[in-house]
């Protein structure tokens, strides 16, 4: 079987019971999340050979982190066991019109401290389909940058698909650059670009009248960014870009488009008025996108496979994904009823 690598950071995921603020009770939920592993572990429960790639140090946090992957069956003999910590993140969770609030602790984490070199990208890719990486990863340190981008050459060399959620995340970029400066040259290596509202602005620097803020948005603005994008990456055969109406932290509207070299794709929309965790959806929505890309011939029935995984994200609790290929048919086809099973 062939198989789908993805290369990033697993961290340790510290979330407030319920919708409590931060310490309003000495207890967090400890679970394990991440950008990349989301990914990988999605498409293992879509019955695909998913490989993690990362590094964590080699102590009872880290081994506990390889056991959460390998129990979804994900690959994870290309893990480096170096560093001295995992990296962390704090979640307290919002509701109605208080947002979510994340904090990183990620400073010195294991993968932030490695660097071009530290991973055989031959072995890594043997056998491999595709690759799928994030703008995560490159914000955490220039070493890691350089990394990044030897990772997608290496990918592009190999001939293997190379996916880039392009993930703007402002609370990272610290060390110098921009992330345009960074992505821009790892986005020429990619052949699909996964996007949400403000992705292509914040981290490739291409501009669009784009207002996040008000909640409604002009499906119209994303056809011509679209385009955009296509037009400034020759290489890159299709871009999908999330469409998210929130309106408060429990109510979205939510959708996507895809456009590739023959034409522009727009989804259904659902409406989703008592989300769960909203963490994790854009990493469900790639993994479902991979997924599609390789299993239907038709980029409108992937597009819809994708949007409709995604959907289902939200009623579910943690990064992970935790739904089959049959579940997101189900709701693909029409059954969004949410009646008990029997």
Not at 35 to 64: H, K, M, Q, T, W
Not at 132 to 150: K, M, N, R, W
Request: proline content about 3%; hydrophobic content about 40%; some cysteine.
């Amino acid at each position: 079987m062939q198989g789908f690598v993805t290369f990033g950071e697993i961290m340790l995921r510290l979330k407030t019971p319920g919708h409590e603020r931060f310490f309003q009770s000495p207890s967090f939920e400890a679970t394990f999340g991440g950008g990349e592993a989301n990914v990988a572990v999605a498409l293992a429960n879509y019955g695909l050979n998913a490989r993690f790639v990362s590094a964590l140090p080699d102590n009872a946090i880290g081994d506990s982190a390889l056991r959460e992957l390998r129990g979804f069956g994900v690959d994870t003999h290309h893990v480096r066991r170096s560093g001295d910590r995992v990296g962390i993140y704090y979640l307290e969770s919002g509701a109605n019109q208080r947002p979510s609030k994340v904090i990183y602790d990620r400073a010195g984490s294991a993968i932030a401290e490695c660097r071009p070199g530290d991973f055989d990208w031959a072995r890594v890719f043997e056998g491999a389909k595709w690759f799928h990486i994030t703008g995560i990863t490159p914000a955490l340190s220039q070493p890691v940058a350089d990394l990044s981008l030897e990772s997608v050459k290496a990918a592009r060399e190999l001939g293997v698909t190379v996916s880039c959620d392009f993930n703007f995340r402002g609370k990272l970029w610290k060390y110098g650059k921009s992330a345009p400066e960074v992505m821009r040259e790892l986005v020429r290596y990619v052949d699909v670009g996964i996007a949400n509202e403000e992705d292509c602005q914040k981290s490739l620097g291409i501009t669009a009248d784009v207002q996040v803020e008000s909640g409604d948005l002009d499906t119209a603005t994303y056809e011509a960014l679209s385009q955009r994008v296509l037009e400034e990456f020759p290489d890159m055969k299709a871009i999908a870009i999330t469409l998210r109406e929130s309106h408060s932290a429990d109510v979205n509207g939510w959708s996507a488009c895809l456009r590739d070299r023959q034409g522009f794709h727009l989804s259904r929309q659902y409406q989703m008025t008592d989300i769960v965790d909203r963490v994790g959806g854009g990493d469900s929505f790639a993994s479902a996108l991979i997924y599609a890309l390789n299993a239907y011939e038709d980029r409108q029935q992937a597009l819809e496979f994708a949007v409709a995984a995604s959907c289902l994200k939200h009623s579910i609790l943690g990064d992970f994904n935790r739904v089959s290929v049959a579940e997101v048919e189900q709701l693909m086809g029409g059954d969004a009823s949410g009646r008990v099973q029997r």
